[in-house]
């Protein structure tokens, strides 16, 4: 099976049946606002068979890269995201994911996960100087707007 997708005919047919996976691929076009994560994403799940379908529940893990959002500089961190969802033969469209077949894609739970924990606006620990500084002279004023202060309200 390529990528993300498991077989998963023994659980179907056995309910109450278990199996741990662990899978370690790259994933393309994760990508947030301002962070992405460029290296492969690492997944590992329980599967239990219940009478819906089949839950995953586990942890998957991805590194992040991105540009401090205050002084522009590269920076990087570590996802660490519990999981646990449902796969079903009819899944409910935002709440559980397909089982087609006798297989099931992880690939779509990776990116919803992944996608909510990257950072919006990452910046350094501990908090940096901003790349860009107003002048510290606060009378000097700026000559397109020197107009505005003739004004009586």
Known sequence: MPGFRIDVADLLSHPGARREVTLTEPVEGLVGTSARVEGPVTIGVTLDRISDGIVAHGMLGADWHADCSRCLEAMSGRLEVPVDELFEPTPVEGETYPIVGHEIDLEQLI?????????????????????????????????RWAALSELEL
């Not at 501990?126 to 700026?142: I, L, Q, R």
């Open 111 to 143: 990116r919803d996960s992944v996608l909510l924990e990257l950072p919006l606006a990452p910046h350094c620990e501990p908090p940096c100087e901003p790349a860009f500084s107003p002048p510290a002279d606060d009378d000097v004023t700026d000559p």
